[in-house]
């Protein structure tokens, strides 16, 4: 046999052996290979916002990196493709393969959608990211999302955002009435019930309302964001906890038949790569925030905590929105009852070594002596 | 050209293209292709520490998933091929590829290697990811580690552990005098100074000690892996927090040469895997502590925290630590002021929308409002 006559030959049995293997393992991922492909991501973000856009473009680099260049994504910023809002749209129409978006902006087609981002008074982001990958979140969106032709992803997280920015100091729970603040969904729907009128504004929209005063307030993100956009010029007034976000996932969204189509291997690359994204994304908020929230106060910005009577009417109202929507809505109630369980559990156990620790640790931050 | 010389011409354009390619980038990861490669793992856990022996198995899972089961590594566990503790000398001396181990465990070597683990009064979980993916924190460990033939890979954290199980009640800085606690490394030199004699004994050895009361104290991880070791049943006073480990990271250590012969997108693999495996193991800690201490409580222990004036003490007696090693280690002091640097930023940050969100959300939860 010839050198050629026996590559030739080993081709064949290796197709030969592959195809045997086909029939008796369903599909099996080795059968696929390696292919090159190209998909199209688009963000809910603009460029500018590193943080957010950076879970986009990470995710991206890794997945490239990990298949040797095979599979690679190209992100567009909000508005390139689609518009930011519309991301989640555009993949399950299939204009685009996926989208890297926060999930409750798809609160008013199901209320469902905003479990899987951040709703009031519900996880912090270290209890999210355990309630997904350990306490079978991953599993009950996925199967929700499954009924849209959606794969999901977590990759992102802010931690606990900050309240927003107010032109006006907000003492007491009288001071909310008539208020108009760009808000949206969920925790719009519960600050309504304390007289709060909600606004819907997009990112870009909210410094000129705020400036002309169309609007008397505003919630975005935390320091490192809120500051490029500059609401700290014309609302001096920054309240905390954003107690609708004491985390927020984001979230990358996947046309399921794509997704179905992808090697095995591609698939597990993409869920690596997912939580790499996912932890770095978080880790860039907690670098940056510190000395944004700093620079913020050097520029003279006020800090203010919502005061306990707001919280107090705040968390009634929330959890009189949640009985009503888990009255008509099967998803939601599963899914809620599934957090809301270990949102109890977690609380009481951070509440030993490490609230103890963190609490101690602060008081030595006030001390100066860290 | 009939269909087969076709094909032969096109696989030799790509071949051509691929080596044009090759000359003017330098090693190209694309001309690795995807060997198969087989290595072992010695981990520093027994099996039945599912969190932190998770940690291994689920990087060698994910490593093998996305490589289509050509990248295979077997996981060992502790004493299987080297004892724990000889672990990283395992890497070290090329027994084996790799190791999953607690940095500190080298603290007798060199202090600095447990920077990248836990010190007292050090980073807590979150704090820890954020320096090592964004802070950069993996950046100056691998420089250290280099120095060694050591490339590490952050896999894991237990997040805030607790300060360990005692026979007697410990109210005041006397009743810490002459106690013998089961305490390692950094930790035991900070005890020693505030007169706890501490020990250092191997995890299966803890229970018969503290059964016979040949110590009077050990610490350990947390309840889900303090309950598995069953010393609840000779110490029923279960202290917090573990002031030496706000956060423990835990880490992948690869000996070096071989790391450098992995093709690029290996390595970019297993950086992603690392990072899915750490987030998994931070999660099951927060699913499974939980239920955990419930159930000690409900087996007669006895939750105690350390007094502020012992933490104090304690504190003190760390910066005294921290002030000798520095002096006289450039390494240490070096990654050590880079950690000091950002834990003073961090706990600023971490009072505002993190600590009010979850200290209200505690507040509900010892309402039974949630």
């Not at 599963?334 to 008081?363: C, G, H, V």
């Amino acid at each position: 046999m010839t050198d050629l006559k026996r590559r030739r030959f080993l081709k064949t049995a290796g197709i030969a052996g592959t195809a045997a293997a086909a029939s008796t393992l369903a599909a099996p991922a080795i059968a696929q290979g390696s292919p090159e492909i190209r998909w199209r991501l688009t963000a809910s973000w603009p460029k500018s916002l590193d943080t957010l856009y950076g879970g986009a473009e990470n995710f991206a680099k890794y997945v490239s990196e990990a298949t040797d260049g095979k599979f690679q994504i190209q992100s567009f910023a909000g508005g390139e493709i689609v518009p930011p809002l519309q991301a989640t749209d555009a993949v399950i129409n299939g204009t685009v393969e996926m989208c890297h978006t926060a999930q409750y902006y798809m609160w008013g087609k199901d209320p469902t959608w905003a479990l899987g981002c951040a709703v009031p008074f519900g996880l912090n982001g270290r209890q999210q990211a355990a309630w997904w990958y350990e306490g079978g979140g991953e599993q009950l969106l996925n199967a929700f999302h499954a009924k849209s032709n959606v794969y999901s992803l977590l990759c992102g997280n802010t931690n606990a955002q900050m309240g927003g920015w107010f032109r006006k100091e907000l003492n007491t729970l009288d001071d909310m009435k008539g208020v108009k603040m760009r808000i949206g969904g969920f925790a719009g729907a519960v600050m309504s019930k304390l007289g709060v009128i909600p606004q819907q504004i997009g990112g870009g929209d909210i410094y000129p309302a705020l400036e002309k005063g169309t609007i008397d307030g505003a919630e975005w993100v935390g320091p490192y964001d809120d500051e490029k956009l500059g609401f700290y010029k014309v609302a001096k007034y920054y309240y905390y906890p954003g107690w609708w976000e004491g985390g927020a996932m984001l979230s990358l969204h996947v046309n399921k038949p794509k997704w179905d189509s992808l090697p095995k291997h591609y698939q597990a690359i993409c869920k690596a790569a997912a939580a790499y994204a996912n932890s770095v994304m978080s880790g860039r908020y907690e670098i940056q925030n510190p000395a944004a929230v700093k620079r913020l106060v050097a520029a003279g910005v006020q800090l203010r905590p919502f005061s306990e009577a707001i919280l107090d009417a705040c968390f009634k109202s929330a959890n009189e929105v949640y009985a009503e929507i888990s009255a008509k809505n099967e998803d939601f109630k599963k899914i809620w009852e599934s957090m809301k369980a270990f949102r109890a559990e977690s609380y009481l156990w951070q509440q030993l070594p490490d609230n103890t620790y963190d609490t101690y640790m602060m008081i030595q931050q006030r001390k100066n002596t860290l």
